[in-house]
């Protein structure tokens, strides 16, 4: 069974950081690529950062040179570390697999997902 354990999130001041983390089993998660996306409320889920099975790694505009997307592959664990918090950072944060290897950041190519878990940057 596919797993996606997300964890790390919390509650934090404008100008914070927070490490997020996502472990996975029940596939070879070495081979997909992993993305963080995050929901806002009353907004639509949203692409942070993806990182390919090679490394390769694309950011959304509003978190470049804030947000790090890296991977442990010896863990099976994708990490986001988020510096710089701002307050439009709050949402839930979800990680998810996708079917693919290569980079992508297309929503229909996510197919497994965590719970989420929960960032609120206070200002």
């Known amino acids: 069974e596919v797993q996606l354990v997300e964890s790390g999130g919390g509650l934090v001041q404008t100008g914070g950081s927070l490490r997020l983390s996502c472990a996975a089993s029940g596939f070879t998660a070495n081979d997909y690529a992993m993305g963080w996306f995050r929901q806002a409320p009353g907004k639509d889920r949203e692409v942070v950062s993806i990182i390919s099975s090679a490394g390769y790694t694309y950011y959304e505009d509003s978190v470049k040179g804030r947000f790090t997307i890296s991977r442990d592959n010896a863990k099976s664990t994708v990490y986001l570390q988020m510096n710089i918090l701002k307050p439009e950072d709050t949402a839930v944060y979800y990680c998810?697999?996708?079917?693919?290897?290569?980079?992508?950041?297309?929503?229909?190519?996510?197919?497994?997902w965590g719970q989420g878990t929960r960032v609120t940057v206070s200002s």
């Open positions: 998810a697999a996708s079917i693919r290897g290569i980079l992508t950041t297309r929503l229909d190519d996510f197919r497994s």
